[in-house]
């Protein structure tokens, strides 16, 4: 199935995004699909925090793992609802997720 996403960006834009829940796509990923301005430096490793974004709905997400933690307490303007997104994994529990992009670190 396809989810809907809305994700604000650096500027306030809110953007509506669709993912398929059936690729084993990561939420950094699908932002790149849509030219968001997120980079994803390390592909996905919890090792770059540039796809650092802020969970704004009440999802309950799976818990961070011991990286993704670590790479977290390691970036900036990390707040109580800070995530990794490429540790964010699609699936059809987090349909009308709304997230924001954490400002970039340059
Ligand atoms: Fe590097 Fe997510 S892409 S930590």
Redesign the pocket.
């Known amino acids: 199935m396809e989810i809907k996403i809305e994700v604000t960006d650096r500027e306030g834009v809110k953007h509506e995004l669709e993912a398929p829940t059936d690729m084993a796509l990561?939420l950094?990923e699908v932002f790149k699909s849509y030219e968001l301005p997120?980079?994803?430096?390390?592909?996905?490793?919890?090792?770059?925090?540039?796809?650092?974004c802020y969970i704004l709905s009440e999802h309950s997400l799976k818990e961070a793992s011991d990286d993704?933690e670590d790479?977290l307490d390691q970036a900036f303007f990390v707040e109580s609802n800070s995530r990794?997104?490429?540790?964010i994994r699609m699936s059809e529990s987090l349909d009308g997720l709304r997230v924001k992009l954490a400002p970039s670190s340059d």
Do not use: I, K
């Open positions: 990561n950094m997120v980079e994803g430096t390390c592909g996905g490793m919890a090792l770059c925090a540039s796809c650092h993704e790479m990794l997104s490429c540790q």
